[in-house]
C-alpha cells in the first residue's frame, strides 16, 4: 500500500517506514514541491492532523497521513497542548519551550514533579476528503532537572511510566517502542490493514 506522508521530515518519514513495516512504501512532501504549508489553527491536535492530511490528499491519489502531537500537563490545565513546538512563540527553540514550562510549572506548584501525557493524532485523507483518526499517548511525569542528549522537545524533561530515565536518556529504541508517536502509528497500521482486507 502506497501513503504519503503530510510532512518534509525525513525522520519521521524513516520512522512511519520502519515501524509501518515493509507491505507500506511511505513518501512525503518532498516528493510534492507544489505542497503549501498548512496553519495549524484547530482547537484539537485531530483537527490540526485533518486539516493536514486533508490538503496534502488535493494534490496526490494516494492515501494520506498527517500527525500533529503535543504535551499534556495535568498542572497547567493541559497546556502547553496543541501549542507544544511554540509555547515560548512562533520560532522558539527546544529550550526555551523547555524553560517556559519550568517557569510556568514553578508558579503553579512547589513538587519535584508533575503528571504529563504525549498525545499524537494521527489523519487519515484521501481526494479531499477526510477518512479517520487515530490517537497514541503515553503518560509519566515531568521533572525540574532535564536529563539526557537524546530527542527533541520537551524530552529532556519528561519521564515516562515504568521508567526511571526521560526520553532524552532511553535508547532511541527504546523510545520509538513506547512513544506516543508509535503507539499511534500501530493503530494507523491495524486501521490499514483492515482496510486493505475489505478492498
Partial sequence: MNLLLATRNAHKTAEFAQILGGEFIVSDLR????????????????ENAMRKAVAASRLTKMLVVADDS???????????????????????TDAEN???????LDSVSDAPEAK????CALAIARHGEAICTVAGEV????????????????????VPEGFEET??????????????????????????????AKA
Avoid: C, M
Fill in 31 to 46: 516528493s510534492l514541491p507544489d505542497a503549501l504549508e498548512v496553519e495549524e489553527t484547530g482547537n484539537t491536535f485531530e
Fill in 139 to 158: 503518560r509519566g511525569k515531568i521533572i525540574r532537572q532535564a536529563r539526557g542528549n537524546n530527542g527533541f522537545g520537551y524530552d529532556p524533561v519528561f
Fill in 98 to 104: 523547555v524553560a517556559k514550562l519550568l517557569a510556568k
Fill in 116 to 119: 504529563a501525557r504525549f498525545y
Fill in 167 to 196: 526520553f532524552a536518556a532511553l535508547p532511541v529504541e527504546t523510545k520509538n517502542a513506547i512513544s506516543h508517536r508509535a503507539r499511534a502509528i500501530a493503530a494507523l497500521r491495524n486501521y490499514l490493514q483492515q482496510l486493505a
Fill in 70 to 92: 503535543g504535551l499534556e500537563v495535568e498542572a497547567l490545565g493541559g497546556a502547553p497542548g496543541i501549542r507544544s513546538a511554540r509555547y515560548a512563540g512562533e520560532n522558539a
